[in-house]
C-alpha cells in the first residue's frame, strides 16, 4: 500500500511540472484579424471609434474628433492572454494607416490597471496605400515614449519600461497624433490586420501567418498587397494576434507528451490496485 501511495504522489508532481512547462512552451502570441470569427473574439470595448471587419483586417473609423469637440481619443480593449512581459517584449504589427496618426499607440494593465506610465508609441507612415510591418522592442519603446513625453503637456516618468510581469489586458488607441486624447480627426481611417508578442527580434521578423490553413472569405476587386518591411522609429528623446486555432500560438508537442505519460501512469496505478484487490 505504501508502494502505491508513493507511486500516486508521483503523478500528482507530474501534474504539477506539467503546468509550467506547457505555459513556458509558447513560443509567441498572435492576435490575428484575418477571419472574421477571430475579430468577434478579440475585440472588447472601444472608445470614439467605430470598429468592423472587412477585407480580412479589422478596420476603424474614428468620430469625436477635434473639430467636432472631442480630443479624437480611439481605442478598443485586446481580449488577450495573459502575457509573460519580460518573456515576450518583442511586437510585431501589420497596419494600415489613413488617418493623421504619427504614431501607433497601446497601453497594458500589469496588475494596477491601464495607466499612463504604460503609454508606447511607434512612429507610423500616413496615408498607406498598401499594408505595412512594424517590429519593435516593447520595453525600450516604452522607455523613449516616456522621455519623449516631458516635452508634451501630459508628461510621465519612468526609470525601468512597466512592460514587466503580467500583462493582464492590452488596450490598441492604434492611432496618436498628440495630447489631449489622440487628436485623431474624425473619419480618420486605420486597418490592423494582426498584432503578434514575440520571444526575440528574430522570432518577430521571421513570422509569417499561414493563411493556407485558414478559411478565407469571398474575394473583393481589391487585390491583397504585398507586405512591405518598415523600419521602426521610436520616439525622439530630448536628450538623447473555426478549424483554425484563433489565437496562434506556436504549439510545442511536449505538453501532448507529458499528458500521454502520466495517463499511461495513472492507468498502471488502477491496475495495480485491481490486482492487489484480487489477491486479497
Not at 513556458?24 to 484575418?34: R, V, W
Not at 478579440?42 to 472587412?54: C, L, P, Q
Not at 489631449?180 to 528574430?202: H, M, N, R, V, W
Request: with cysteine; charged share 20%; hydrophobic share 40%.
Amino acid at each position: 500500500m505504501k508502494k502505491i501511495c508513493n507511486i500516486l504522489s508521483l503523478i500528482i508532481i507530474l501534474v504539477l511540472i506539467a503546468a509550467p512547462v506547457y505555459a513556458s512552451a509558447e513560443d509567441s502570441f498572435i492576435y490575428d484579424f484575418y477571419n472574421e470569427d477571430a475579430f468577434d473574439l478579440y475585440v472588447g470595448t472601444s472608445n470614439d471609434v467605430e470598429i468592423s471587419w472587412a477585407d480580412n483586417a479589422l478596420h476603424m473609423d474614428t468620430l469625436n474628433g477635434p473639430a467636432d469637440g472631442g480630443v479624437g481619443d480611439t481605442f478598443f480593449l485586446l481580449n488577450c492572454d495573459p502575457i509573460d512581459a519580460d518573456t515576450y517584449y518583442w511586437a510585431k504589427i501589420r497596419i494600415k494607416n489613413n488617418s493623421n496618426a504619427t504614431f501607433f499607440q497601446f497601453h497594458y494593465d500589469t496588475g494596477s490597471g491601464i495607466t499612463a506610465n504604460s503609454n508606447t508609441l511607434v512612429q507610423i507612415t500616413q496615408g498607406d496605400t498598401e499594408f505595412k510591418e512594424y517590429v519593435f522592442n516593447i520595453k525600450e519603446t516604452n522607455l523613449a515614449t516616456s522621455e519623449w513625453s516631458q516635452t508634451t503637456i501630459r508628461p510621465f516618468d519612468i526609470d525601468e519600461s512597466v512592460w514587466t510581469g503580467t500583462v493582464m489586458s492590452v488596450r490598441l488607441d492604434c492611432m496618436f497624433k498628440d495630447f489631449p486624447g489622440g487628436q485623431i480627426d474624425t473619419g480618420s481611417k486605420f486597418d490592423l490586420e494582426y498584432i503578434g508578442f514575440f520571444k526575440s527580434e528574430a522570432d518577430a521578423n521571421a513570422f509569417k501567418p499561414d493563411r493556407s490553413v485558414t478559411p478565407s472569405p469571398e474575394p473583393t476587386d481589391v487585390p491583397t498587397p504585398k507586405p512591405t518591411q518598415t523600419q521602426v522609429k521610436t520616439p525622439v528623446a530630448t536628450k538623447k494576434a473555426t478549424d483554425a486555432p484563433l489565437v496562434n500560438k506556436n504549439d510545442s508537442p511536449l505538453p501532448i507528451i507529458i499528458v500521454a505519460a502520466i495517463v499511461i501512469a495513472v492507468i498502471a496505478v488502477i491496475i495495480i490496485l485491481v490486482i492487489k484487490k484480487k489477491k486479497n
